[in-house]
């Protein structure tokens, strides 16, 4: 008897995992395999591809998954589904009806779950079948989820402000902060920055002078949800003049920094004089 295709996709966090068949073969069989991470509490899709080359329609069609190690909604909590009315059948199986498939038909179904904060840290082979009321098909393997702890990562946003001193002011005060999204907290962290030609180092609070324009700033920690700040002064000479900008980086912290895009900042000023600076 000829089998019927059950294809599967795993996404996590919006992550598509390779090896995923796209098209059904010519002879269909089941199993397309991948592999994942959740952490407890986090979600993540299936999507099942169901195919029948069956001469006949298959009635009351449904993708149906199993775990081969442990009763699946011990594991994963159904949270949502698109494409079939999906339930748990039974305390080893979930479902997602799609109707009758006529042959040569084919349906998907987007399961989304949530690993259980009780889920065993393991890893965990779905089987996945196409069953139906007059007809099921061979299960398949695949693909592997694997519940893990929590990735250590800590997002740091870095942003630079600056204030001139004074009406007739020739120094200007930057302040540096660094705020930590989390999710966990941060330590030694480090941000290098760049201040304009024609300035001169005045002092800092929490930041040192690197080099000839470079300053350095050193948190030891940041709590998730946390916001730290340094400063430095600089200022300017008589005959600086015209616009000039300061910049700021982070260039080292732990654990590591799960987005770049937040890393450095910059200022714009302008030297009117050398005794008048705005910003």
Known sequence: ?????VGVLVLLAGLVV?????????????????????APGGTFT??????????????????????????ITSVFELVSCTGGTCFENSPTSY??????????????V?????????????????EHQHVGSNFSFAPGSGPVVSVVVSPQIADLAVSLDASPRGLLASRITYTVSVTNHGPSAASSVRISGVYAAG???????????????????????IPSGGTVSATYSVYAGLLTLGSFSSTVTRVSSTPSDPDGE????RRYCTAVTGLLVLC
Do not use: H
């Not at 690197?210 to 920690?221: I, K, P, T, W, Y």
């Open 199 to 221: 300035f001169a180092w005045s002092s800092g609070s929490g930041c040192v002078k690197d080099g000839n324009r470079g300053v350095v700033c050193d948190f030891a920690s």
């Open 262 to 265: 937040n890393d450095s900042a």
């Open 95 to 108: 479902r997602g009806g799609v109707g009758d498939i006529a042959s040569g038909g084919q349906a998907t």
């Open 110 to 126: 987007v399961f989304t779950f949530r690993a259980r904060e009780s889920a065993p840290l393991a890893a965990y082979t779905f």
């Open 1 to 5: 008897m000829r089998k019927g295709l």
């Open 46 to 71: 299936v999507s099942v591809e169901l195919f029948n080359p069956q001469a006949f329609t298959v009635t009351g069609a449904a993708a149906q998954l199993r775990l081969a190690e442990a009763p």
């Open 18 to 38: 390779p090896g995923v068949a796209t098209a059904a073969p010519p002879d269909p069989s089941a199993a397309v395999t991948g592999t994942s991470e959740v």
